[in-house]
């Protein structure tokens, strides 16, 4: 079993390789039968996962703040906030969500993003 900072760690390096672009870094935290899901989609294996990361670099996404992290055996939870230029088209500023990555052997089995219920965005 990893302990706490082995998983912590692996999340924050997934992080520190998105905020950095760097694609095969990100594609490198992922097994080959991974699957990404991503508020309704779902992106099965490491083809779909890297349109999806191309997908999140051309719109700017960003990483804001993450406010807390919570771990349950092999999954750590991030709670965080993100933005991106499209969002501020539409005067969202920015969007928290719920990040839970279930962790086994060091990489990423599986990944859900999604809003968090019941505070959705700030104007």
Same mark, same amino acid.
């Given at each position: 079993m990893q302990s706490e900072e082995e998983l912590k760690r692996v999340v924050e390096e997934y992080y520190a390789a998105f905020e950095a672009r760097d694609l095969s870094r990100c594609l490198? &935290? &992922?097994h080959e039968d991974a699957e990404l899901t991503f508020a309704t989609g779902r992106f099965p294996g490491t083809k779909?996962?890297?349109q999806w990361h191309k997908d999140r670099f051309k719109g700017g996404m960003r990483?804001?703040?993450i406010e807390d992290i919570e771990y349950k055996d092999a999954t750590v939870i991030v709670y965080a906030v993100v933005t991106s230029p499209r969002l $501020?088209?539409?005067r969202i500023e920015n969007l928290r969500g719920i990040g839970t990555f279930v962790i086994d052997q060091? $990489? &990423?089995k599986e990944v859900r993003m999604e809003l968090r219920k019941g505070y959705l &965005?700030?104007?």
């Open positions: 490198s &935290f &992922f779909a996962i890297e990483l804001v703040e $501020k088209i539409v060091g $990489k &990423f &965005f700030h104007i």
